[in-house]
């Protein structure tokens, strides 16, 4: 059963225009959420995080937010960049205080059209 | 300042072989881990270290052993390769495992078990 979802594979945006990555939860237990932003043959590289005490965080182009109720949360990247093609992949950390690792979404290609 | 260290990036073994996997960091990170990801599925824990002396098995650990007997090394060994282990593997060392979860990745093992 997958815990954290990204349900779509890829997402096209146009250069300059505002990019929305969507990820759901199942777990209530999650305390943290992260996401990662991974290029080809590149290990996946921390983007932005946010407690679950929060709704809102922002660095620079980046904007996430989460729902707590609606067990959602979203990545903006506002303006979006040729650079931001990548797969991202939406992730959160557990009740296990953190060693027991993160549990990934299986990620979307978002691909940014000049 | 290398990061995350990971040797060899290609490999190729017959089934039955036995290989190693190095990891190496030079951040003085107390947390190490191994994480696996297969074509259309997220990356998914294998096993992980909160210090030297201590690993812990995580969601996938059949088939894998590890051992930590430096705070700077996190070798993954492969007993007896067998093709459901074709993967990409990602060592990933955290100082802010308890704090955020941020997890710093190396640049991934691409292994294939023929």
């Known amino acids: 059963d997958q815990q954290v979802k990204q349900n779509s594979p890829s997402l096209s945006v146009q250069e300059g225009r505002i990019s929305i990555l969507n990820c759901d939860y199942t777990?209530?237990?999650?305390?943290?959420f992260l996401w990662y932003k991974k290029y080809p043959a590149e290990g996946p590289t921390f983007l932005i995080s946010i407690s679950s005490i929060k709704d809102k965080n922002e660095d620079g182009r980046f904007t996430v937010f989460l729902n707590k109720s609606a067990k959602h949360l979203s990545l903006h990247i506002v303006p979006s960049q040729p650079g931001d093609s990548a797969v991202y992949f939406c992730a959160a950390r557990g009740t296990g205080g953190g060693a027991d690792g993160l549990t990934f979404g299986k990620g979307t290609h978002l691909i940014i059209q000049p | 300042n290398a990061g995350v260290t990971q040797t060899p990036k290609f490999q190729v073994l017959k089934t039955g072989q036995s290989m190693t996997l190095q990891c190496a960091q030079d951040?003085?990170?107390?947390?190490m881990s191994w994480y696996r990801q297969d074509p259309g599925m997220g990356l998914r824990l294998i096993h992980y270290?909160?210090?030297?002396?201590?690993?812990d098995q995580g969601e996938v650990p059949n088939g894998y052993n590890v051992s930590r007997s430096t705070t700077e090394d996190f070798p993954l060994r492969l007993l007896s390769a067998a093709p459901s282990q074709t993967s990409v593997y990602f060592c990933?060392?955290?100082?802010?495992?308890?704090?955020?979860?941020?997890?710093?990745f190396g640049e991934g093992s691409r292994l294939t078990v023929l």
């Open positions: 951040m003085n990170h107390e947390y």
């Open positions: 990933a060392s955290s100082i802010a495992v308890y704090i955020t979860g941020e997890l710093f």
């Open positions: 777990n209530s237990m999650f305390d943290y």
């Open positions: 270290s909160v210090g030297a002396g201590i690993t």
